[in-house]
């Protein structure tokens, strides 16, 4: 079955710089890799999504980059902001199947 | 709309104590979902139900049951707990996609 790892578990920038989560998964049949983000107390939001049919995809501040030969796909933040610090998950599957792998998550803390 | 709502929001119980944690979506969902989370290890999906009626285990089933109620509402039972089983729980529910989750309920077992 799908495994995904998810890199770094811990990160912590200044307010302004980027910031960069990796993921690798080990199932080249997956074509769905989302990303969620969790405030405390709250339960995972999708941030945003890629289809293995592209290669990036940009909304505002935040873009996903997908390399499908060597299965991984990243999530980059440019000028953090306080409101940026939280728990970020990446995810893959295939579209129409049943079950989401979770990585491990990333801990991102923007430091004013 | 709500989306996907979860009661109680926290617990405790006293190993070998049962519970039945309630998942509700107002979304006409056909998935729903049970998640545990538990520090460094991500969301770990416990069982699932495809639609109303059928039901299927996830990748950390044991000493859990479910019951899909009805389209809406997929509920998770702890018979006899255990201090294993304190975790934060999120269900959630999706049609295609993406997943949309609850708030969670956080259990603690002593």
């Known amino acids: 079955g799908e495994n995904v790892e998810q890199h770094p578990s811990t990160l912590s920038v200044q307010e302004g710089d980027s910031a960069v989560i990796k993921c690798t998964y080990s199932d080249s049949a997956s074509n769905y890799f989302p990303w969620y983000k969790q405030e405390l107390g709250k339960g995972p939001q999708l941030i945003i999504d890629?289809?293995?049919?592209?290669g990036e995809k940009k909304d505002q501040r935040i873009a996903v980059t997908l390399n499908k030969t060597a299965k991984h796909f990243s999530l980059h933040i440019t000028e953090t902001q306080p409101e940026d610090s939280a728990v970020y998950f990446c995810a893959a599957s295939l579209q129409g199947a049943q079950k989401l792998v979770f990585g491990q998550g990333t801990r991102l803390t923007i430091n004013p | 709309n709500a989306g996907v709502t979860q009661t109680p929001k926290f617990q405790v119980l006293k190993t070998g104590q049962s519970m039945t944690l309630q998942c509700a979506q107002d979304?006409?969902?056909?998935?729903m979902y049970w998640y545990r989370q538990d520090p460094g290890m991500g969301l770990r999906l416990i069982y699932y139900s495809a639609s109303e009626g059928t039901t299927d285990k996830g990748e950390v089933p044991n000493g859990y049951n479910v019951s899909r109620l009805n389209k809406r509402e997929f509920s998770l039972r702890l018979e006899s707990a255990a201090p294993s089983q304190t975790s934060v729980y999120f269900c959630?529910?999706?049609?295609?996609?993406?997943?949309?989750f609850g708030n969670g309920t956080r259990l603690t077992v002593t």
């Open positions: 890629i289809r293995s049919n592209v």
């Open positions: 979304m006409n969902h056909n998935s």
């Open positions: 959630a529910s999706k049609d295609p996609l993406p997943l949309h």
